[in-house]
């Protein structure tokens, strides 16, 4: 057991503390973003019985502000970094992140699984701070939209399933939604781990890392009704894991697997 949780402790002295900055930083940039978007826009103009130009001002739908605010941006971006300083776990100039795994004796198959997981807890967190942040925000401005407006609490739930991000973020019900965010999440972790571990043996990877996070962000502008291309993505997502896993078979069992990290 010890061995296993020094393999998880490798990955976590490598790129925790890394990963946790670019989450705080990028899901603040995005909260700031949807807090400080105006509550509405002057659309149109006129010029009132003493000639002074007037503008007509509209409020904007709850379901607008995240895409008007930009919100989406931020996240996008530290989800690729966060990715990208995952996939380098163990990697850079001097490491020998192959020879200290050899030496705590794990099977590349089990440091392959560990590590993966750990991956896809990080960008569950990530995730989960994102939502939680969108939530706490969207709730201040609904608060503030009932003051001036006729609006109760079923309008959160409604801007929740009116905008792309937000339903993506936080699917409530949406059974499909859920199931596309948490495989999108799988492929990114499989190919940040590809890249990983092929850096490790001095091989060059990225192409299914770079599917897969291509994928996982524009799964999150496609309309919910658009579902033949949510599939389209999710099946994209999973021909990703299936051809790291493929990737990975064979020379996965026996000492002269273990000796394979020391080469």
């Not at 770079?210 to 524009?218: D, E, M, N, R, Y």
Request: hydrophobic letters at 50%.
């Amino acid at each position: 057991m010890s061995r296993y949780i020094s393999v998880l402790g490798l990955a976590a002295r490598s790129c925790f503390l890394k990963g946790l900055a670019i989450m705080v930083v990028s899901v603040l940039l995005s909260g700031l973003l949807l807090y400080l978007l105006p509550e509405g826009v002057e659309r149109e103009s006129y010029m009132d019985e003493n000639g002074v130009e007037q503008w007509i001002y509209e409020a904007y739908d709850l379901s607008e502000i995240p895409e008007v605010s930009r919100a989406a941006a931020p996240l996008a971006v530290g989800f690729g970094l966060l990715c990208t300083v995952m996939a380098r776990t163990g990697g850079g100039k001097g490491a020998k992140t192959a020879y200290t795994v050899g030496r705590l004796r794990v099977k590349p198959g089990t440091v392959r699984r560990l590590w993966t997981g750990y991956y896809f807890m990080m960008l569950v967190l990530y995730w989960a701070m994102a939502a939680a942040m969108l939530y706490g925000v969207m709730r201040y401005r609904v608060g503030l939209a009932a003051e001036s407006m006729d609006i109760g609490s079923q309008s959160l739930v409604l801007a929740f399933y009116g905008s792309n991000l937000l339903h993506h973020i936080l699917p409530i019900s949406d059974f499909f939604a859920w199931i596309g965010g948490i495989v999108g999440l799988l492929a990114c972790a499989v190919g940040c781990m590809d890249v990983a571990q092929k850096e490790w043996t001095g091989q060059v990877g990225g192409p299914l890392m770079g599917i897969a996070v291509a994928l996982t962000l524009g799964s999150f502008w496609v309309p919910m009704e658009g579902s033949r291309i949510l599939v389209g993505i999710v099946i994209g997502e999973m021909v990703v894991i299936g051809a790291a896993l493929i990737s990975w078979s064979g020379g996965d069992t026996g000492e002269e697997a273990v000796d394979d990290w020391r080469a």
